[in-house]
Structures are given as structure tokens and as C-alpha cells.
């Protein structure tokens, strides 16, 4: 399937900044076999602007959503969409934490760094991890670590201009960046893993502390350009080194590298609006990254249509705080599980009297609440569910399950949409492929 790229005409130098292979050691899924499901190589002509693409759409999945917008054109209707893992494949949030560590892109002061790494942790000392000598890890170590290495790069690296005169390359092969790098990675692993959504989902943002809206966006397109560029899709490792233990020990964490904005998902948009329903995007992601993605990479959706998380500006630059009163007092809430149904409430409903989404697509338990929460008005006909195989445990499971046993049902209220990892692309199938597997997979049994 063609993977669409297009850039704005400004060209960011940051993306020069960029390794070719990512560093310190990279770990590549190997090139999978495909299950046997033939997935479309080329753009497939659709009849009219109103009509969905073919594409690598599961057939009953496109005909559902294709009967939902048909029974509902020009009707003053609205959807909603996340946007990592379901208008995107992969995490685009995360893809940027990657490129903003490998191009030391920060504007923190050092003196500042350990306050903004600590903001809302409920426990400095809780053990979040461990080292791989199976000791454990700890926020206070990782911070130590953090701000130890940071004044080092902030000295050395020409690129924070405080008087260092190393480049990239230089600093690339030293003991502070690789333990830097790795340990970041980790903590926002930990931190994910460890503590509540309403802290770990905010918390990567505040490492834009300093930059300012624009900066934040230019950073975001570098990145998108990058990594939907990268050419593969694969889990790569990062380890600290053993010269430099420090407080935490030597630890190792892994991400997955590449993103795809496919043809699909952008075409899905662009039929929507042509039927006169409009679309929304709520994304746990920051609100410069997902505006970057949806004004440069095919989606279009008018920007008061776009909401994500958003942090306090002062001076003119974003600060480690949330910004809950964007809006109006109070009525932003965090754009993740149930705040994405309060963001609906309190922003988009109201245009509409009072209705909820028409139908709404998403990948995981952030999304089911807005999927669900007008589905008894009968307001919400439809939810989308971009197949990841979730744990039973993942609320999500429960209407994958409900759509896995209604595959071709005209009043399905659930449908799935497989996708390919290994090539960042979706099947034409309701079963999916994970990243470095080879065998297609539907729902998870229950337990």
C-alpha cells in the first residue's frame, strides 16, 4: 500500500539532525511471512468523493462504516476519532520522544530539569523498575541519573549554545548521552507503567517545557517526516552503559520505530466530510503533535475540530502544568478515557444539541468511553475498533469480542480493522499481525 508523505513546502533543518539508525543498539524485526490474506498494494479507485477506498479496508468493516455514512449524509452529524494507533499505525507521541532524545531537542535549564522529571509522581521512592542486575529502580534514582547527564550535555553539546563545542556525532558516542537516552526512555516507561493515567500521560509533555507552541509543532513535523520515512517497523533497545551505573544501575528499554499515515484512514476523513458529517480528533497526545500530523499528512480536519492534551503557557512557553481551563474554568479535561467523553460534552456536543458521535474509532481503553457513552441514547450507531489484540483486561476487549462474533451484520454495533505491524499497513481482514510475529490473530480468549 502507498504510504502518503506529504510535507508542508518549509523543510526543517531538524530533520537533518536525525541518525540514520537509531542509537545505541538497535534490535530489527525480521521480515515476517504473510498470513494468507491479500493485502492491496496500489491506491484502489473509489467511485466518488462520497465513497470509500477500497484499499486494505476488511470488506464487512468498510461496509458497515460505508452503510453508516450513506444512512447519514447531510444530516448534521459528527464522528470521532483517536489518532495514535487508530489514525495512525504506532504512536506518533511516542515516535517524537525518541527523535526529541536522539536531536537533544530541550529548552529546560538544567537547574530545572529534576522539578520538571518529578512533576505529580506520587512516590519518588517507589520502585517503578528494575536494573539488570534485578535491582530496583526508583524516580529519585532515574532523576539523579537524568539531571546528572543533562548538565553534562547541556555543557558539552554545541547545540544548547551555553558554550559547548561538540556536535551530534560527538556527543552520540559518549557515556552521558547513551545513559541520558536510555534512562529517559525508561522512566517514561515506568512512569506509564507505575502510576496513574491522569499522571502518565501528561508527563511526557512537560519535557516541551520552554518551547513555545510553534517550536513544538516544528519539532512534531520533523519527527512525523522522520519516522514515516524510516522505511521499517521494528522494536529497538536501548541500554545504559556499564561505565556510567550511576543511582538506577544499568538498565535497558525498547520502542517500536515507524509510523504509517495510510491512504485509508486519510481517505476515511475526507469521505466523511464530502458527506457533510463532520470530524473530530480527541488524542491523549499533545496538542502541537496532532495538529502537525492532521495539517500536514493528509487530514485536513479544521483546527477548533482538533482536541489534545495542552499544558499552562507562560511567557509565551508552554510550563510542566496542565492547562484544565482551556476553554473555561474547569472544562479541559485530561484528552484520555473519560475526559475524552467530558472533551465531547463540553466542547462538541453542544454544536450538535446536545447529541452525541455518530461513530467513533479507536484502539484501546482510552477510546471505549467515548465509544460507548451515547451508544444506549442510540445517538453513537458505530464503533470503529483498529485491532491490536488487547488484553482481556482492556475494556476495549469486551466490544472486539462483540464485533469478532457479528463480522457481517448490517446492525453491527462494533467492527474490527486489522492491520499488518510488520509493514505498517492495514489487512484487508478483521485479524491483524503484530510487530515480529507471523500469524494473524482475532481477539484474546477470555479468562
Known sequence: MRKRTQQTGLFLSMIMLATTSLWPVSVYA???????????????DKADAKTLMEGNWAPATRERIQSVIDANADSGRYVVFDFDNTSAIFDVEEALLAYQIENLQFKIDPAELGDILETQIPSLDEPVGKNLADGDVTV?????????????????????????????????????????????????????DTFDASVSYPWVTYLFAGMTPDEVYDLALASHTYWSNYGRYSKTVWTSPVELEGESGVITTSFITGITFTDELQNLYQTLMANNIDVYIISASFIDVIRAANDNFGYNVPEDHVFAMRNVLKDGKYTNEYDYNWGGEGKYAQTQAAGKSTII?????????????????????????????????????????????????DPI???????????????????????????????????????????????????
Open 345 to 393: 460534552t463540553n466542547f462538541i456536543a453542544p454544536n450538535y444539541d446536545g447529541a452525541g458521535p455518530l461513530m467513533v474509532f479507536g484502539d484501546s481503553a482510552g477510546d471505549w468511553n467515548m465509544m460507548t457513552d451515547w451508544m444506549e441514547s442510540g445517538d453513537t450507531q458505530l464503533g470503529v475498533i483498529f485491532n491490536r489484540y488487547r488484553k482481556t483486561s
Open 397 to 447: 476487549w469486551q466490544g472486539s469480542t462483540e464485533a469478532a462474533e457479528s463480522i457481517g451484520n448490517a446492525d453491527a454495533r462494533f467492527v474490527l480493522q486489522g492491520r499488518d505491524e510488520n509493514h505498517g499497513q492495514l489487512r484487508p481482514s478483521e485479524y491483524s499481525i503484530l510487530l515480529g510475529e507471523t500469524e494473524e490473530v482475532l481477539v484474546r480468549p477470555a479468562e
Open 140 to 192: 529519585a534514582n532515574l532523576v539523579a541519573d537524568l539531571t546528572s547527564d543533562y548538565q553534562w550535555l547541556y555543557d558539552n553539546y554545541e547545540g544548547f549554545g551555553a558554550g559547548g563545542t561538540y556536535d551530534l556525532t560527538y556527543i552520540h558516542a559518549t557515556n552521558q548521552y547513551e545513559d541520558f537516552a536510555a534512562k529517559l526512555r525508561y522512566m517514561y516507561t515506568a512512569v506509564g
Open 30 to 44: 525480521e521480515e515476517t511471512t504473510e498470513a494468507a490474506v491479500a493485502v492491496v498494494s496500489e491506491e484502489t
